[in-house]
């Protein structure tokens, strides 16, 4: 084993131990509980990875709840694999199918990676109301996963009807290959709300614009877009703002109310890819129209996210556990799971 996965290893641990704990500068006591609604799997015969969230109850008009404990619970990747598609399932507890709009959404991340943008946690995959499966040619582009590296699995049901719901189950399923395909891809994403904290934020009435900058890390040729927009969204952009060129412009697909059913997904320049450069900005611009007159608290959402390979030679860049902005990011992903703080760096010793 490399020796960046025996640091992960040890350090996972002894997450329970308040003196190492104290020692990295970070609150003592902290204690991951067992995580009883998170189960991850092999399919062989399938060829996918099995990521489970439940049987939780989702009463009407409510959220789940045990809705703390599905926030980011930790399982360990059973296998090392390339995943090249994805699609997602809401089941009952016979495996009938349940109402898609059950789950907000299902957001899994590795702290073991970093993400393009900024020094945190990755995030890999993540699954909206409106997120539709998607299926890459195994041969030619893969994401990999390695065997025992930690993942944070992020899950949110909610129910706005008069129904409720009893033994709620999702199924995120990763389509998997053993062999390494042509082009090894990573997933990125841009937020308006970059860098740490809650990624919604309030809609006053009438318009309102709201945006991030950055740069990325290393050169990267993005192949895939798509994003996340809640109701009421007009456009967001990504935008490169050392040439003045506009990389996606991405508008949601709504009902009558304003409500997103759908979001487009992109593939710049047929699928050749554009290329982005570290030494040139980058904004991420979202545009809101709230017509109710009436101010609607944490009503917006607004991020653009695809796939990428990295481009004139570059390597994707290592996590750096000692940075802060990852320490901050990571102790408010296992908030819940681990007290206020959570346990900083030492969830990334486990990396390959």
């Not at 399938?46 to 404990?69: K, M, Y």
């Not at 930790?74 to 109402?99: N, Q």
Request: with cysteine.
């Amino acid at each position: 084993m490399p020796r960046r996965a025996l640091a992960i290893a040890g350090a996972i641990s002894v997450l329970g131990s308040a003196p190492a704990a104290s020692h990295q500068g970070l609150p003592p006591g902290c204690r991951l509980a067992p995580q009883r609604y998170l189960r991850v799997s092999d399919s062989p015969d399938a060829h996918e990875l099995v990521v489970e969230v439940g049987p939780v109850d989702v009463p009407a008009h409510s959220l789940a709840p045990h809705q703390r404990d599905l926030t980011y619970q930790l399982a360990f990747v059973p296998l090392t694999a390339w995943i090249y598609g994805f699609r997602v399932a809401v089941v009952d507890s016979s495996g009938k199918a349940l109402p898609r709009w059950l789950l907000h959404h299902i957001v899994t991340a590795r702290p073991a990676n970093r993400e393009l943008f900024l020094p945190v946690s990755q995030r890999f995959v993540g699954i909206g109301i409106e997120t539709r499966a998607l299926r890459l040619p195994a041969w030619l582009t893969g994401a990999a996963l390695r065997r025992g590296e930690p993942l944070l699995v992020n899950t949110m049901f909610h129910n706005p009807t008069d129904t409720d719901y009893r033994g709620v189950r999702v199924r995120l399923l990763f389509a998997y290959s053993r062999t390494r395909p042509l082009f090894e891809i990573s997933p990125f994403n841009v937020d308006v709300m970059f860098p740490i904290g809650s990624k919604d934020f309030d809609l006053p009435p009438g318009r309102m614009v709201r945006v991030w900058e950055g740069s990325p890390a290393v050169a990267a040729r993005i192949l895939v877009l798509s994003g996340h927009l809640h109701r009421y969204a007009q456009w967001a952009e990504l935008a490169d703002l050392t040439t003045g060129a506009v990389i996606w412009r991405m508008r949601a697909v709504t009902d009558p109310s304003g409500g997103v059913t759908r979001i487009p997904i992109h593939f710049p320049r047929l699928g050749l890819g554009r290329v982005i450069e570290p030494a040139h900005r980058y904004r991420l611009t979202a545009v809101y129209d709230n017509p109710t007159g009436r101010a609607i608290p944490r009503g917006g959402m607004a991020k653009i996210g695809g796939l990428v390979v990295p481009a004139h030679g570059a390597h994707w860049p290592s996590v750096d556990t000692r940075d802060s902005l990852y320490r901050q990011d990571l102790r408010r992903l296992l908030r819940y799971q681990c007290g206020f703080e959570g346990p900083g760096e030492d969830m990334v010793m486990h990396a390959p």
